[in-house]
């Protein structure tokens, strides 16, 4: 394949744009259902991710600091945590345009990567500016390990390695379920939509047009 | 549904300034609340925890305490765990109160460790509470209208409004779907793998719904202008309310003092 050339303004197209804002309210719905169905993770970088993979990094960037600054206007506590999300955004961008997730051991690559990233931009913010605790349950956890003998720091950290790890797994989990029934037409829009499409091309897709025909002939 | 407010009446003066003002004397605010944290009486900052006072003066003066106060709540909660573990978990040398819980065991708290985590708390409450005034004061809206006017294109203008109104938009959607999900039996309560299979149905008709939609609003924007350079009109327009010298001075007052008396302390 050519080698596409990327520059900051080609990203932001204006279905990019348009995209922020749903990125930005998906992170939110993830995050309502998690605690609607009572789930021990936050699951809000879903909208992040799923637009990081398909316009790239930037723009998954920009979707994640808006994503926080939005919290932020309900509660301050989730601004710093901003940088966080704006990793997820990037991280996965540059994944997804180096070809990351083109097969399975790679998507396992690119998550470990990823869980990486967001470990290590939040767990100085936990440690240095709450003190150890946030807003959510896993505090309790880190309280726990504190007061069985652990640092502040390997607390927090091996908190934050088991729950982003398996908030990860989710979320990338139900990105590639819709990148997979998202529509061809609709992800060839998209500056990276393309790798996506290419997986898909299996015996399924020949399947669906030979019946598609099928059903043109039936009528 | 979403209504356009096309006019913002405030007759507060304080709750009327001009967005930006607010801006500054929210940042001069956290600015004040850090040198203050420096300045410690046998090591407790006790000035900064004082000035914490002023915020909900300050909020009930603009009329927005009601508004702001399940943020503060939910602030102060975090504060108060905050000063909690760090005074017991974190240990130092000094203890300076011992606690026995039915002669088994004592739980101390450290004086450096309840210092440090005092420090931290009211640098969080102050500076989360303030902000939490400044969004509660200031409408989005008028926001992004002041910012248009310093510059900042329309379309990201459009990117942050829309961002707004779509949270509202996809919260409810996904409340329908996930009602809908349920009615066709799927399981919703139950152990954490139960909830977490639910929560596979519910998201994904709501992403693919709203990017099909997304589609079509470029279609709308595009077939509407949106993309055309040039001058464009606006519905809605901010204007100062003529008090900004007087706040902006009080603010700067403020600022300027706490910065002399923390000088004063190091010369003298």
Known sequence: MKEKKYSIKKDFTLLALLLIPIAVAINFAGGQLASLLKLPLYLDTIGTIFVAMLCGPWVGGLAGLITNLVLGIANPIYIPFAIVNVAVGLVTGYLARKGMFANWWKWIISMVIMALASIITAAPIVVLMFGGITSSGTSLITATLMATGAGIWGAVISTELVFTVLDRIISFGITYLILRVVPERTLIKFSLGAAYIKTKKTAETVEEVTEADEDVDNL | ?268
């Open chain 2, 1 to 268: 549904m979403w209504q356009e407010k096309l006019r913002i009446k405030k007759s507060n003066p304080i709750h009327g300034l001009y967005p930006f003002t607010k801006m500054w004397i929210t940042l001069l605010y956290c600015i004040c609340a850090m040198i203050l944290s420096t300045i410690t009486i046998d090591g407790y900052p006790v000035y900064m925890m004082a000035s914490f006072l002023i915020i909900p003066v300050l909020a009930a003066a603009t009329g927005v305490l009601k508004k702001i106060s399940g943020v503060i709540k939910s602030i102060a909660i975090i504060s108060l765990f905050i000063v909690l573990i760090q005074g017991i978990l974190i240990k130092s040398d000094l203890i300076l109160y011992s606690l026995n819980v039915f002669n088994l065991f004592n739980i101390n708290f450290y004086t450096d460790s309840l210092q440090y985590g005092l420090v931290l708390a009211f640098s969080v409450l102050n500076m989360g509470c303030m902000v939490a005034w400044f969004f509660g004061a200031t409408d989005n809206k008028e926001l992004i209208n002041a910012f248009e006017k310093r510059g900042m294109g329309p379309k990201a203008s459009y990117v942050l409004l829309s961002t707004l109104q779509m949270i509202g938009v996809l919260q409810k959607s996904a409340k329908t779907i996930m009602s809908a999900q349920q009615a066709r039996g799927v399981e919703t309560e139950g152990n954490v793998f139960v909830r977490s299979k639910a929560f596979i149905p519910s998201m994904i008709p709501l992403i693919l719904g709203s990017i099909t939609n997304t589609e079509e609003r470029v279609l709308t924007l595009e077939s509407k202008g949106f993309l055309v350079k040039g001058e464009k009109t606006r519905l809605f327009d901010v204007k100062p309310n003529g008090k900004e010298p007087i706040a902006l001075t009080i603010g700067i007052l403020y600022a300027v003092a706490i910065l002399i008396w923390r000088i004063l302390l190091w010369v003298l």
